[in-house]
């Protein structure tokens, strides 16, 4: 009799219990009783290894989950069943502190009863008394891009004083004739006279706003506001003295 599987129906749990070899050559040993496993004794911690285990755990639990929870990302994926949802806390703004612009007094070094300082290329007047500002004021100043147009810089002395004139010139660039509430000649020399004026054909805004290297500035002379010429006609008597730098 062969002791083989073949055309056998095998139920579920038929071979549970049973024990069996088989080849062609020996028949299995047949039916064998499984053993008990041998129980296996458990050795229980000591009670002072528990304690400090569980004191070693809170410790633990005390530094590392508060680092946890701030380092932690938010997340974005749907909830489990029972978690609620947190929001994080908005981080603190730090509101932006506006830095005072430095304010530069450019009448710090002078000592004279009364000075004029002229800057180029900040397009700016300011009338000093002692180390004192007393009055600025937005200029323009002549095209550079001509000997015969540009500002001359350098130290002069107002000469004259002259209310309601014309002036009249030419040069490079081409000439003109503008009618002037104030005239405040400074300097004269191969190219022509320079002074302080007023130019009602300007709007407010340009002064202070014409590149000296566009063709929009003066012709050499320090363009004012009529405000502001009026204001410097009356203070500044003759021989008053004036610096134009670049």
């Known amino acids: 009799m062969s002791a083989s599987f073949e055309n056998k129906t095998i139920r579920p749990g038929s071979l549970v219990g049973y024990n069996y070899y088989h080849s062609d050559r020996h ?3 047949g039916y064998s009783r499984p053993t008990a496993p041998k129980a296996v004794r458990v050795r229980q ?7 400090l285990a569980l004191t070693a755990a809170v410790l633990t639990a005390l530094i590392v989950l508060p680092l946890l929870r701030h380092d932690a990302p938010p997340t974005s994926g749907p909830l489990n069943s029972g978690q609620t949802s947190q929001k994080a806390a908005p981080a603190a703004i730090t509101p932006a502190v506006a830095v005072p612009e430095k304010v530069v007094n450019h009448c710090a070094n002078n000592t004279l009863g009364k000075f004029i300082l002229v800057s180029v290329s900040q397009r700016h007047l300011w009338a000093c008394e002692g ?3 007393v009055h600025d004021a937005p200029v323009i100043t002549g095209m550079l891009a001509q000997p015969d147009t540009l500002t001359p810089p350098g130290t002069y002395h107002i000469y004259a004083k002259q209310t309601n004139t014309t002036l009249k010139g030419a040069d490079s660039t081409g000439s003109w004739s503008r009618p002037v509430h104030y005239w405040m000649p400074f300097l004269d020399n191969q190219h022509g006279t320079y002074g302080f004026h007023d130019a009602t ?3 407010d805004n340009e002064f202070g706003t014409v590149d000296p290297a566009s063709s929009s500035a003066s012709h050499g002379c ?3 506001p009529l405000a502001s010429q009026q204001w410097l006609y009356d203070w500044a008597p003759l021989k008053t003295a004036l610096t134009v730098e670049v």
Do not use: G
């Open 27 to 29: 028949r299995s040993t």
């Open 45 to 51: 911690p000591h009670p002072l290894a528990k304690k």
């Open 131 to 133: 180390s004192k500002t």
């Open 201 to 203: 054909w300007r709007t």
């Open 222 to 224: 320090v363009e004012l």
